[in-house]
C-alpha cells in the first residue's frame, strides 16, 4: 500500500517538473493537463491582452519547457496555430522531443532577447506539430521509467566506483536518448560508465556535469524559512554569494546558519544587500574610536533599522552602550575638533550589560541539573 502511494506521488512529481498539472492522457483532451502556477519556473505572460497592429507579422518563435529548469527556442513551422500549453513535437538530436509551450508572440521575442539569442539565426530548432497521441503514449512511458533509471545507475557507478553521483535523468521525448545529470568534485573518467548505461537501458546516453546549486534546485526541498527552495521554485540564475553580504547585514558568520541545503552560502542572503549597502552609507566607520576623558570606547554592532549603533569602552568590553546615529555623528565631530565629551553615558539611550559567568567548565557539567539529596539519618522500619 505505502510503496504504490509513494510511486504515484513519484509519477506526479515527474510530470509536474515538466509543467503538468496531472498525468497526461493520450485518450483525452490534453489542453487541461497544462496549468499556470503548478510548476516550476511558470511564466506570466504579461503581454497576452496587447493587440499588435496590422502590419505587425506575428512572432514566429515560441518557448519550449521540458523538465525543471530546462527550456529551449523553436521556430514554427508554417500553418501551425501554437497557444501556451500546448504539447508539441520538437526537433532534437537525434529524433524528436516533447514538451510544452511556455511562451509565444511579443514575450517570447522579448525573452529571446533577453537571453541574447538571435531570432533570425538558422541554429534555431523547428517545432514539428502538435503531440499526436501515440507521442503523448510514448512520452509518458518515458517518464514513468526516469526514477527507476536514476536507482540502477547509481548502483552502476557505485559498481565502477566513480567518485560521483547521478543527481537527476531526463528521457527524450521519443523514448530514445536520456540526459543524465551528475555532480563530481573533480573530473571523472565516465567512458565505461556510458558503456554500461547504453547496454542496461538500449538507449542513447548523454552526461551533463551540473553544481551543487543546481542539484539542490534539481531535487528540491523545504528552506530554513519553512518556504520551498527559491531555486527549486522561481530562480532561473545563480549569482555569486559571498560573506561580504553577510557581514554587511550583521549576521553572525555561522556557517551552520548561512549555508542552505547545497552546502553553500544562501542565495536570499543577497535580496536585501543592496538595501543595507545603502543605509551603511550614513554610518561611521566601524573601526573609528570614540575619544571620551573616561576613556576610548570601540565599536561593538549596529542596528541598521532603528539606526543604533552599540559601544564599550576599551577598559570594559562587557558594558554595551547604546547611542543613537545623530549622537555618534555628534561626537565625532567633537573629535574631529579635538574636544572630547566627559563620558558616552550622557548620550546613551540604554546601557547593555553582559553578565560574567565565571568558570563556563561548570556549565558543562552532566550533573548540573541533578537536586542533591539530604541525607535522611532517620532508621527506617522493615517490616516481614
Known sequence: MIDDILNI???????????????????????????????????FDWMKDVTLPSSVPVFNCVEVRFKNSRKEFFRITDGLDIKVGDIVAVESSPGHDIGIVSLVGETAR????????????????????HARAYDIDKWVQAVEKEPKTIIKSRQIAGDLKLE?????????????KAIFYYTAEERVDFRELIKKLAEAFKIRIEMKQIGVRQEAARLGGIGSCGREL?????????????????KAQQLSLNPQKLAGQCSKLKCCLNYEYDTYVEALKEFPDQDL???????????????VFNKQ???AYVSNPNNFI????????????????????????????????????????ELDDLNRFDKKRKPNNKSRKKSF
Open 309 to 311: 549603533l552599540w559601544y
Open 230 to 246: 527559491c531555486c527549486a521554485t522561481w530562480m532561473s540564475s545563480f549569482k555569486s554569494v559571498t560573506t561580504i553580504a553577510a
Open 9 to 43: 506521488k513519484n509519477e506526479e512529481h515527474q510530470f509536474l517538473s515538466r509543467g503538468c498539472g496531472c498525468k497526461p492522457d493520450a485518450n483525452d483532451e490534453i489542453n487541461h493537463v497544462f496549468k499556470h502556477r503548478c510548476c516550476k519556473l511558470d511564466e
Open 289 to 303: 574610536v570614540l575619544k571620551t576623558l573616561k576613556g576610548d570606547a570601540i565599536h561593538q554592532k549596529s542596528d
Open 164 to 176: 560521483m553521483k547521478v543527481n537527476d535523468v531526463e528521457y527524450q521525448g521519443d523514448n530514445t
Open 110 to 129: 522579448l525573452q529571446m532577447k533577453r537571453k541574447k539569442i538571435d531570432a533570425n539565426s538558422t541554429e534555431i530548432k523547428k517545432l514539428y506539430r
Open 322 to 361: 547604546a547611542l543613537s546615529l545623530d549622537k555618534v555623528k555628534h561626537i565625532i565631530s567633537l573629535n574631529e575638533k579635538n574636544k572630547k565629551p566627559q563620558n558616552l553615558e550622557d548620550f546613551a539611550e540604554f546601557i547593555e550589560e553582559k553578565n560574567d559567568f565565571g568558570d563556563i567548565m
